[in-house]
Nanobody, 122 residues
Framework: QVQLVESGGGLVQAGDSLRLSCAASGRTFSTYAVGWFRQAPGKEREFVARLRLITTYADSVKGRFTISRDNAENTVYLQMNSLKPEDTAVYYC??????????????????WGQGTQVTVSS
């Protein structure tokens, strides 16, 4: 079992940066792959970034966002640079056992945080 809590969202202007954090409970967090997803109003939840053995990014954030983790601190980060208004969404972190294949679909992740709002004004 893993419990996840996101933080770091807020209201920023286009071009600004934010760093989201996802604090995880559980001594076995290092055995989970982690991902970030987002959901804008009226839209489906979409994949943003994933860290399993390697990192994978959605095309819309590639080159601007960076996912990383600190297993000693049981924390996953999403560094977001050059933010755009279309990045506005609730951002969620999620976890999936490393023993399972790498995927980018939300339904494949069993553990989720409560989400943190990111709003980018133009």
């Amino acid at each position: 079992q893993v419990q996840l809590v996101e933080s770091g969202g807020g209201l920023v202007q286009a071009g600004d940066s934010l760093r989201l954090s996802c604090a995880a409970s559980g001594r076995t967090f290092s055995t989970y792959a982690v991902g970030w997803f987002r959901q804008a109003p009226g839209k489906e939840r979409e994949f943003v970034a994933r860290l399993r053995l390697i990192t994978t990014y959605a095309d819309s954030v590639k080159g601007r966002f960076t996912i990383s983790r600190d297993n000693a601190e049981n924390t996953v980060y999403l560094q977001m640079n050059s933010l755009k208004p279309e990045d506005t969404a609730v951002y969620y972190c999620a976890a999936r056992p490393l023993t399972l294949p790498a995927i980018t679909t939300p339904s494949g992740y069993a553990y989720w945080g409560q989400g943190t709002q990111v709003t980018v004004s133009s």
